[in-house]
C-alpha cells in the first residue's frame, strides 16, 4: 500500500511549459526524497534527490521544492522539453538499509 | 561499467508454475533490492539482500523467495505463481556505505497466464 501520495497521475504540457508534479508522504523516518525517470521498457533512473535541510534543490532544468512541515515535496520541470516524456515516481527513504516507498507515478507527455 | 543487468527481459508462465529471475548488480555495488511494479504503479518492496543475507522484506508473501551469491548477483524465486504476479520486476543495487542510492536494471516483464 503507498504511502507516498503522487499527483497528478498525467500532465499534458507544451513544449518550453513547466510540470510540476507533488508528493505527499507519511513516514519520516528517514530524510532522503529522490524522484526517478522512467521510460517506456526502462527500469527507473534517478533523476534528482534532496534531504531536508535545504527546502530547494535545483539541477538544471529539475527543481525539488520541499515543505518539511506539510510533509510535501515537488518537482519542477522547467523549460519542458518532448525528451522528458516519461513516467516520473518521488520515492520517500524508509531506513537506514534503502528501503523506498514509491508514489504511483505521474506520466508527463510534452507536446512539441 | 555494464550497470544493473536483469535476466530474463520477458518471460511467460502459466499459473500454479515457479520462476526465477536474475540480477547482477553495478560493479562495486554490493546490496540488492527486489522490487515488484505492476502496470500503472509505482514500484513496490520485496525485499534486499546483503551479504547473502536477506536484510529485510517488504508485504510479500513466503511464495516470494530469493538469494544472494558471494559475487553479490542474485535472484528472485516466485513459487505457484498466481495471476496477479503479473509485474515488471526490478532489481536495484546499491554500495553499503551509500544504501540510499540505488540504481535499477531494466527489469523482467512475467506474464503469468
Known amino acids: 500500500q503507498q504511502q507516498v501520495k503522487q499527483s497528478p497521475q498525467s500532465l499534458i504540457v507544451q513544449k518550453g511549459g513547466i510540470s510540476i508534479i507533488n508528493c505527499a508522504y507519511e513516514?519520516?523516518?528517514?530524510?532522503?526524497f529522490p524522484w526517478y525517470q522512467q521510460f517506456p521498457g526502462k527500469g527507473p533512473a534517478l533523476l534528482i534527490a534532496i534531504r531536508p535541510d535545504v527546502s530547494e534543490k535545483k539541477e538544471g532544468r529539475f527543481t525539488i521544492s520541499f515543505n518539511k512541515s506539510a510533509k510535501q515535496f515537488s518537482l519542477h520541470i522547467m523549460d519542458s522539453q518532448p525528451g522528458d516524456s516519461a513516467t516520473y515516481f518521488c520515492a520517500s527513504l524508509t531506513d537506514s538499509w534503502g528501503k523506498f516507498q514509491f508514489g504511483a507515478g505521474t506520466q508527463v507527455v510534452v507536446t512539441p | 561499467d555494464a550497470g544493473v543487468t536483469q535476466s530474463p527481459t520477458h518471460l511467460i508462465k502459466t499459473r500454479g508454475q515457479q520462476v526465477t529471475l536474475r540480477c547482477s548488480p553495478k560493479?562495486?555495488?554490493?546490496?540488492v533490492s527486489w522490487y515488484q511494479q505492476a502496470l500503472g504503479q509505482g514500484p513496490q518492496f520485496i525485499f534486499q539482500?546483503?551479504?547473502?543475507?536477506?536484510?529485510q522484506r517488504g508485504n510479500f508473501p513466503d511464495r516470494f523467495s530469493g538469494h544472494q551469491f558471494p559475487n553479490y548477483s542474485s535472484e528472485l524465486n516466485v513459487n505457484a505463481l498466481l495471476l496477479g504476479d503479473s509485474a515488471l520486476y526490478l532489481c536495484a543495487s546499491s554500495p553499503s556505505v551509500l544504501q540510499e542510492t540505488q540504481y535499477f536494471g531494466p527489469g523482467t516483464r512475467l506474464l503469468v497466464l
Open positions: 539482500y546483503y551479504e547473502e543475507e536477506e536484510r
Open positions: 513516514n519520516t523516518a528517514f530524510d532522503y
Open positions: 560493479s562495486g555495488h554490493d546490496t
